[in-house]
């Protein structure tokens, strides 16, 4: 098109000179101002000649159509003929890109495109298939949609083709069988459906990696892909494929099904013992135990087996080399002691997540982990476990979750648990550890999630404990703690979940205990509690109840001695959805601000929440006689009860779970295999 213009503009150029001979060339191009020199000056006005408005056509002609060219792509002039018509025709037809294409410096042919990010929609143009030469296609991440062109065979010289993170549909392309020169194939995050035909294993000699996962394919995986000798890189990852996993024959680097339907047992991958890095079956229905011979992998860096149906004892002689680097074998049905040993030099291990919970597993926890000093996460929770934390596990100082929870541990937490300097959670919940909190917990300033509920844990809450001033979720419910509320837990600033219930917490409740500015749940229910509740306006008229994770946000502290009216300040609290004051000795009239709490479902859908408190006026007529506002309380106050503290219990869980998912997983196992994301 430029061409075109510059040769039209040149002849107009040519007309000029015949006009206006005593004008060089160059001011054409370099000077158009000069022209307004030409204009002659009569009576006072400028009278412009003819030639002017000649050089004015002349550079406008010149400018315009070719700045359009250039805003096309400046690269396009350099383009074989060839190739320029299907560029042009692409930028027409998914409105224009200026950039992702390289040519050879030869012959001018198109060897790369890469339109990827481009927030291209649609269906491919056929005009795509005239780039013959094309080495490199990248479509990847646009909303790309429809059936691959059949035209697709014509691009035979195709070594890289990412279609991946569109909406394709159908089956898998067959105008891809013909492309014998692909080096890497990835089809993933479409939606694809069907079996994945046989010729995929075997329509390239040079395959080396092969992405299908995210998609819709079923069936059994083609029988060719076992014998596929280039592949090296397998992702057939999250689909609904089926059948038994057989042992491959080429030396895989990474093989990944995770999200599938496969059964039957784990193969050896005796041919990859020497190459294989990252094994992961997560999430499908593999039986029988752990064959030792995966261990014989010495290149293996992630294995992740979790989410299955393996079962029996993990074998002393399942011993991994120091080059794994994360381990998960959790949701199984494995039982036995743990082994001794995991990695055959744990000095030098490079281990960072060990993850067996969820299982069967029984007896101690075995010393020899406390030697893994790389780690930094360990998962043991919802075992059979027995016996006491090991007192050396602050020899673990890069470790930054701990989760031991669920168990049968016994016995006192270990004091150097403080060595742990890096902690973000720690977890002994629902164990029968015993004993006071150490005071020496101060030390861990980066704490963010502590949970000790369910335990015999007895003491007071140490005053050192102010030290910790990163903590978020706090749960030490269900225990034998005594004492007041005392300012170590005003420090606690970031503080969104709290639950000190069912232990032996007396005197009154603090004026600062509703001032947390992150605040979500304060779970204070059966107590020994007394005094009057704080006014919450009067503390701080700006606290929001509003931290949206996946649970409601809500204050219980029912089942206390709690006496007196309940301040009209707590209704100021905006975002509250759900509220217990049931089981005190309130009185007095339930405030008016009630009303404008539209978020509060407690007080419609669980009036029960005020139940056992014989001073409170929850009739339709008030204590003094007056009319109460239509909108109080209803029929089945019993039943409210009960449904509010179940709405407590699951908030609590799915806070819980939440915030560990933010917390823990967020920090910790972004160091760790992109295969473990649950």
């Not at 927030?119 to 780039?131: K, Q, R, Y």
């Not at 300097?421 to 704490?447: R, V, Y």
């Not at 949970?451 to 809450?461: C, D, F, T, V, W």
Request: aromatic share 8%; charged share 15%; with cysteine.
């Amino acid at each position: 098109m430029c061409l075109v213009f510059n040769s039209f503009v040149r002849s107009v150029e040519i007309t000029i000179i015949t006009k206006c001979n005593s004008i060089p060339t160059f001011l054409f191009r370099k000077n158009i101002l000069y022209t307004a020199r030409l204009g002659m000056i009569e009576r006072g006005k400028i009278k412009v000649p003819t030639c002017f408005v000649l050089l004015l056509i002349s550079f406008l002609l010149l400018i315009i159509p070719c700045g359009f060219c250039a805003s096309l792509n400046p690269n396009i002039l350099g383009v074989d003929p060839r190739d320029r018509a299907a560029i042009l025709e692409l930028q027409s037809h998914f409105h224009g890109f200026n950039d992702g294409f390289s040519i050879s410096n030869r012959s001018g042919r198109l060897t790369t495109l890469n339109l990827s990010s481009l927030n291209l929609t649609g269906e491919i143009h056929p005009s795509l298939c005239n780039l013959t030469l094309l080495q490199t296609l990248i479509l990847s991440h646009n909303s790309l949609r429809g059936p691959i062109p059949s035209c697709f065979n014509l691009l035979t010289n195709l070594k890289l083709l990412d279609l991946s993170y569109n909406s394709f549909y159908g089956s898998a392309p067959q105008a891809v069988a013909t492309l014998n020169q692909l080096v890497v194939l990835d089809l993933s995050h479409n939606e694809y459906s069907g079996e994945i035909p046989e010729w995929i294993g075997n329509f390239s000699s040079k395959l080396e990696r092969l992405h299908l996962g995210f998609n819709n394919f079923s069936g059994d995986m083609p029988t060719t892909l076992y014998s596929a000798m280039s592949l090296l890189y397998l992702d057939l990852s999250h689909n609904n494929l089926t059948g038994v996993v057989g042992d491959f024959r080429q030396a895989l680097v990474q093989l990944n099904l995770d999200s599938n339907l496969f059964s039957g047992t784990l193969p050896c991958f005796l041919p990859a013992t020497k190459s294989l890095s990252l094994l992961n079956l997560a999430r499908n229905s593999i039986l029988g135990g752990i064959p030792a011979c995966i261990s014989t992998c010495r290149e293996l860096t992630q294995l992740n087996l979790s989410f299955n149906q393996l079962e029996y004892g993990i074998s002393p002689r399942l011993v991994f080399s120091e080059q794994l680097v994360t381990l998960d074998l959790s949701f199984n049905k494995l039982s036995g002691n743990l082994p001794s040993t995991i990695v055959g030099a744990p000095d030098k291990s490079s281990l960072l997540l060990f993850d067996v919970s969820n299982n069967l597993v029984t007896g101690e926890i075995p010393s020899s982990i406390t030697e893994l000093k790389n780690l930094k996460a360990l998962f043991l929770s919802h075992n059979l476990l027995s016996g006491e934390i090991p007192e050396r596990i602050g020899n673990l100082t890069y470790l930054q979750v701990i989760d031991l929870s669920h168990n049968a541990l016994s016995g006192n937490i270990p004091l150097n648990i403080v060595g742990c300097f890096q902690l973000l959670a720690l977890k002994l919940n629902n164990n029968n550890i015993s004993g006071q909190i150490p005071p020496e917990l101060d030390a861990l300033d980066s704490l963010r999630i502590l949970a000790l509920s369910n335990n015999r844990i007895s003491g007071e809450i140490p005053l050192t404990l102010a030290g910790c001033k990163s903590l978020e979720v706090v749960d030490l419910s269900s225990n034998e703690l005594s004492g007041s509320l005392n300012d170590a837990v005003s420090k606690w600033s970031k503080l969104r979940f709290l639950s000190l219930s069912h232990n032996m917490l007396n005197g009154s409740l603090p004026s600062w205990l509703f001032t947390f500015e992150a605040i979500k749940t304060i779970n204070l229910l059966g107590n020994k509690f007394s005094g009057y509740i704080p006014d919450v306006i009067s503390a701080r008229n700006e606290v929001l109840f509003n931290y949206k994770l996946t649970s409601r946000s809500g204050i219980d502290i029912s089942d206390n001695a709690l006496k007196g009216a309940i301040p009209a300040g707590m209704f100021g609290l905006q975002g509250l959805e759900y509220l217990n004051l049931s089981y005190n000795f309130l009185e007095g009239e339930i405030p008016a601000g009630m009303g404008k709490m539209f978020s509060l479902e407690g007080y419609w859908r669980f009036p029960g929440a005020f139940a056992g408190n014989p001073g409170l006026c929850l009739e339709e007529s008030s204590c003094d006689g007056k009319r109460r506002p239509s909108m109080l309380l209803r029929d089945g106050s019993e039943q409210g009860l009960i449904s509010v503290k179940i709405l407590c219990v699951t908030s609590f869980v799915s806070f819980y779970a939440g915030v560990i998912g933010l917390c823990c997983y967020g920090q910790t196992r972004n160091y760790m295999l992109q295969t473990k994301s649950y």
